[in-house]
C-alpha cells in the first residue's frame, strides 16, 4: 500500500511538473499585479524583445511565446515568488527564425485566460550601447 501511494503522489508530482510545458492562456497583460504596464515587442535592429515592467506583486517570471495562426502569441502561465522585482524594466530576447518571421508578417498577440487576444504594441528604438541600457536581461530558456 505504502508503495502505490508514493508511485501516485511520483506520478501527480510529474504530472503538475509537466502542466508548464503546454503552452496556453495565461494571466492578462493588463493584470497590474503582473505588469505595471501592458508588454511591448521593441525592434532594435534586427533583433526584437519582449519588454515589461514587473507589476505590484514582483514575482519573477518569463513569458512564452510560440507561432500560432502566422502571428507570434505570448502567454504568462505562472511565476515564481523566490525574489521581488516590482517596477523593474526587462527585456526578454525574441528568438527564432520562424518565430521573428511570424511577428513581422503577423504581429504579435497576448493570450490571457479568457480566451481574448491582445495584439502588442511594436515600436522601434534606436540600439543603445550595452552601458547606456537600463533593462535587465533573461534568457527565455
Aim: glycine share 10%.
Amino acid at each position: 500500500m505504502k508503495r502505490t501511494s508514493s508511485i501516485l503522489f511520483i506520478v501527480l508530482l510529474s504530472l503538475t511538473g509537466c502542466v508548464s510545458y503546454f503552452f496556453g492562456p495565461g494571466f492578462s497583460s493588463t493584470d497590474k499585479n503582473y505588469f505595471a504596464e501592458p508588454p511591448v515587442i521593441v525592434k532594435k535592429g534586427e533583433q526584437y524583445v519582449l519588454r515589461w515592467n514587473y507589476g505590484s506583486i514582483g514575482h519573477y517570471y518569463i513569458p512564452r511565446y510560440e507561432v500560432r495562426e502566422g502571428a507570434l502569441w505570448f502567454s504568462l502561465q505562472g511565476t515564481s515568488s523566490s525574489f521581488s522585482l516590482a517596477g523593474k524594466e526587462v527585456e526578454m530576447l525574441i528568438k527564432g527564425q520562424k518565430k521573428i518571421a511570424a511577428l513581422r508578417t503577423g504581429g504579435a498577440l497576448w493570450w490571457s485566460r479568457d480566451g481574448s487576444l491582445v495584439p502588442l504594441i511594436v515600436k522601434e528604438e534606436p540600439i543603445q550601447s550595452t552601458t547606456a541600457q537600463r533593462a535587465l536581461r533573461v534568457d527565455d530558456r
